[in-house]
């Protein structure tokens, strides 16, 4: 089964409102990260997570990781139109380029 | 710097057949890997080249195979192709790093 699986939800906000997502993995890992896409089209890094830090800011983004329950979470602040797209965690598998993805998380964000 | 360049960007194919699929890497990255992503399974890894060798391997047929020239350069083959191949085909480049950078993909559709 893969790690990382965020919560299957889908989540419609209207612009300007906060946007948290989860993520949940089984097994020890070293880094977790989020990466964007936009339908259909290549998935985008957004931040990493190692698994010695409990929060990291990117910008609008906030990432915290509990390594004690295997989760982790996304906010995005002050959402934009341009936020819509699906949310994706990530934990590496076998090695540092063989990432295992949860189902990704669908946001909606309305002007 | 360009992006990872991924081509064809749509190909149709019937059921039987075999595709290529390319992708060039960012300028300087050694290690390319490749992803399907389909609408019921999601992201699954396929396989990672690093200096023309392959280091990893998903839980696919063989019928799925992949190749890196010494440029970096990547290509992916499917032979006898099956309806359940068709689906969004990324790949990604990195350097000796955890993060990835990924193409726009390919979308194959088998008939």
């Known amino acids: 089964s893969q790690q990382g699986e965020e919560d299957p939800q889908a989540l419609s906000i209207q612009e300007g409102e906060n946007a948290t997502m989860n993520c949940s993995y089984k097994?020890?890992?070293?880094?977790l990260q989020w990466y964007r896409q936009n339908s259909g089209r290549g998935l985008v890094h957004l931040i990493l997570i190692r698994s010695n830090e409990r929060e990291k800011h990117s910008g609008r983004l906030r990432v915290t990781l509990d390594t004690s329950k295997k989760s982790s979470s996304l906010l995005i602040t002050a959402s934009r139109a341009a936020d819509t797209a699906s949310y994706f965690c990530?934990?590496?598998?076998?090695?540092?380029?063989?990432?295992?993805f949860g189902k990704g998380n669908q946001v909606v964000v309305i002007p | 710097k360009a992006g990872v360049t991924q081509t064809p960007r749509y190909l149709i194919k019937t059921r039987g057949q075999q595709v290529t699929l390319s992708c060039s890497p960012i300028?300087?990255?050694?290690?390319v890997s490749w992803y399907q992503q389909t609408p019921g399974q999601g992201l699954q890894f396929l396989f990672e080249y690093f200096s023309e060798t392959q280091r990893n391997k998903g839980n696919f047929p063989g019928r799925f195979s992949g190749r890196q020239f010494s440029n970096s350069r990547s290509e992916m083959n499917v032979s006898t192709l099956e309806l359940g191949d068709s689906a969004l085909y990324l790949c990604?480049?990195?350097?000796?790093?955890?993060?990835?950078?990924f193409g726009s993909g390919t979308q194959l559709s088998v008939l």
């Open positions: 300028s300087g990255h050694r290690s």
């Open positions: 097994t020890s890992i070293n880094n």
């Open positions: 990604a480049s990195s350097l000796p790093s955890e993060k990835l950078f």
């Open positions: 990530a934990t590496p598998s076998y090695g540092n380029n063989r990432l295992a």
